[in-house]
């Protein structure tokens, strides 16, 4: 089992910058890759980005392309997501998401929200 734990959501102003954190324990070692998704009001959640837990590689939704940075530290066992020049319709509770090597399961985080005031 993986525990996720979610912080640094909070309200910033259109064009700032946040940084999102995801803290994994437990079975750490049997993740095969982290991804943030986000859940606006009345909208599908979507994914914003992955990354794969040993080899680092990464993927962007389009419209977090250039603007948003996933990266991991395997030491600390955390999965930043580096959000810049944000945009109103960023705003969203934002998950990680931990999924483990050779199985289906998918563990989740409670959320945090972002909130990009104009």
């Known amino acids: 089992q993986v525990q996720l734990v979610e912080s640094g959501g909070g309200l910033v102003q259109v064009g700032g910058s946040l940084r999102l954190s995801c803290a994994a324990s437990?079975?750490?070692?049997?993740?095969?890759?982290v991804r943030w998704f986000r859940q606006a009001p009345g909208k599908d959640r979507e994914l914003v980005a992955r990354?794969?837990?040993?080899?680092?590689?990464?993927y962007y939704a389009n419209f977090a392309k250039g603007r948003f940075t996933i990266s991991r530290d395997n030491a600390k066992n955390t999965v930043d997501l580096q959000m810049n020049s944000l945009k109103p319709e960023d705003t969203a509770v934002y998950y990680c998401?931990?999924?483990?090597?050779?199985?289906?399961?998918?563990?989740w985080g409670q959320g945090t929200q972002v909130t990009v005031s104009s």
């Open positions: 998401a931990a999924d483990l090597a050779g199985t289906s399961l998918t563990y």
């Open positions: 437990g079975r750490t070692s049997t993740m095969y890759q």
């Open positions: 990354i794969n837990w040993s080899g680092g590689s990464t």
